[in-house]
């Protein structure tokens, strides 16, 4: 049986989950920083998960903390989340064009109408999994 990894992109105020398997992204989500704890429990018995993955950068320090206080996690490791913003910016609009007059403007002047932070999650589970696409 392959590895399911949970990958967390910590913040201040929300933090992006993706749980996945080798070939497949299994969910994605955005939580408030201090619910990290419950939903990281919540979904490493809900996807069995094995391996829990933190992005180093803005707020590391706080989530991780949070995670150590909880039994019956994986190990969590931390990995270098260098260039996933920019990129998950990119895959943001991929998934979802800009529509009437926003289409006209170049992508990278545009900042997306929602948060992204599961999709630099996702980024970060496919770096791990070694399927940067």
Same mark, same amino acid.
């Given at each position: 049986?392959?590895?399911?990894?949970?990958?967390? /992109?910590?913040?201040?105020?929300?933090?992006?989950? @993706?749980?996945? =398997?080798?070939?497949?992204?299994?969910?994605?989500?955005?939580?408030?920083?201090?619910?990290?704890?419950?939903? !990281?429990? /919540? #979904? %490493?018995?809900? &996807?069995?998960? *094995?391996?829990?993955? %933190?992005?180093?950068? *803005?707020?590391?320090? @706080? !989530?991780?903390?949070?995670? @150590?206080? %909880?039994?019956?996690?994986?190990?969590? $490791? *931390?990995? +270098?989340?260098?260039?996933?913003?920019? +990129?998950? =910016?990119?895959?943001?609009? =991929?998934?979802?064009?800009? =529509?009437? #007059?926003?289409?006209?403007?170049?992508?990278?002047?545009?900042?997306?109408?929602? $948060? &992204?932070? /599961? &999709?630099? @999650? +996702?980024?970060?589970?496919?770096? %791990?999994?070694? +399927?940067? *696409?």
């Amino acid at each position: 049986m392959s590895e399911t990894v949970l990958a967390l /992109d910590p913040g201040r105020l929300k933090c992006g989950l @993706a749980v996945g =398997r080798p070939g497949a992204v299994l969910s994605r989500a955005i939580v408030p920083t201090g619910q990290v704890p419950a939903a !990281v429990a /919540d #979904w %490493v018995k809900r &996807y069995g998960v *094995t391996r829990i993955i %933190v992005g180093g950068g *803005t707020g590391s320090g @706080a !989530v991780l903390a949070a995670l @150590a206080r %909880v039994t019956g996690l994986p190990s969590v $490791e *931390t990995v +270098e989340e260098t260039g996933t913003t920019l +990129e998950a =910016r990119r895959r943001y609009f =991929r998934d979802h064009p800009p =529509r009437g #007059w926003r289409r006209l403007l170049p992508i990278t002047l545009q900042l997306p109408p929602e $948060e &992204y932070d /599961d &999709y630099v @999650a +996702e980024l970060l589970l496919e770096r %791990v999994l070694g +399927e940067g *696409t």
